[in-house]
């Protein structure tokens, strides 16, 4: 489900703390000074990936203070509340998406962005059948990008 306010007619800067709160409120969570901050840096401009330490600095420099652990467990909630989509790349990072639909992404490894890839953009064939009691969830594609060598 998509449930950031992207999707609404309003246009970022119209975008309020109330929004924000009705956002969390409908998610389940109580709307916490903190949570409401980084929501709003989250949800009030479009799609967005982020890492912990890169919605930290964010936070930081529009003067919200937060600690980077209080990033980090405030991006879990708003995981385990399907505001947020967890995307794994690597060992270390773990990457934040607002858009929650099933999509897939280009990983730049040189700037370590994420880059949405257009939904039905790759088809996926031949999957295996899931082992006994078991199904399939989703299937998870991360396309690696490197810059073409000089030549
Ligand atoms: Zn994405």
Redesign the pocket.
Known sequence: MHRSLSGTHKSPTETTPGDVAKLLRGAGLRPTRQRVALAHLLFASG?R?VTAETLHEEALARKVPVSLATVYNTLHQFTEAELLRE?AVEGAKTYF?T?TSN?Y?FFCEHSGR?L?IATGAISIQGLPEAPEGMTISRVDVLVRLVEKPDR
């Open positions: 799609d990936h995307v998406d858009n999509h992404h994420l949405d």
